[in-house]
């Protein structure tokens, strides 16, 4: 995915991939809901409001949420790989972790470390 592709959607200067419709959008910012529509190019959100989209989903009214970020984990401490822990957060709406290996670096040293950097591409948890 190329920056440029959502930077042109958000700036309505290229249509958007997919634009979705009569949705209830919580905004974390105002702690809110709005009812609006919102553009999705090249797998990530270019804006909120009207925008033009090569499809459409009227969502009806459905409440949406941004994703979920946990500031502070010890992946190995819940024993599961961190593909595992993706499968288990993600339908619930945590997409992003800042995930801190320092038990498995105590343990392993810089082996732990590299297991942990090469498995976390194993989940499209943002790890």
């Given at each position: ?74 992946i190995e ?18 997409t992003t ?26 989940t499209p948890?943002?790890?």
């Amino acid at each position: 995915m190329s920056g440029d592709t959502v930077r042109l959607a958000a700036l309505g200067e290229r249509p958007a991939d997919t634009v979705f419709s009569n949705a209830r959008l919580f905004n974390p910012f105002t702690c809110s809901w709005e009812d609006t529509s919102f553009a999705v190019a090249g797998g990530r959100v270019a804006g909120i409001g009207e925008y033009d989209g090569k499809h459409s989903i009227d969502l009806a009214g459905a409440r949406v949420v941004p994703g979920l970020i946990d500031a502070h984990v010890h992946i190995e401490s819940s024993l599961l790989t961190p593909a595992e822990y993706g499968r288990l957060v993600l339908p619930r709406g945590t997409t992003t972790v800042m995930a801190d290996p320092h038990e498995i670096a105590n343990v392993l040293g810089a082996e732990g470390i590299e297991y942990m950097l090469s498995a976390r591409r194993e989940t499209p948890l943002d790890i």
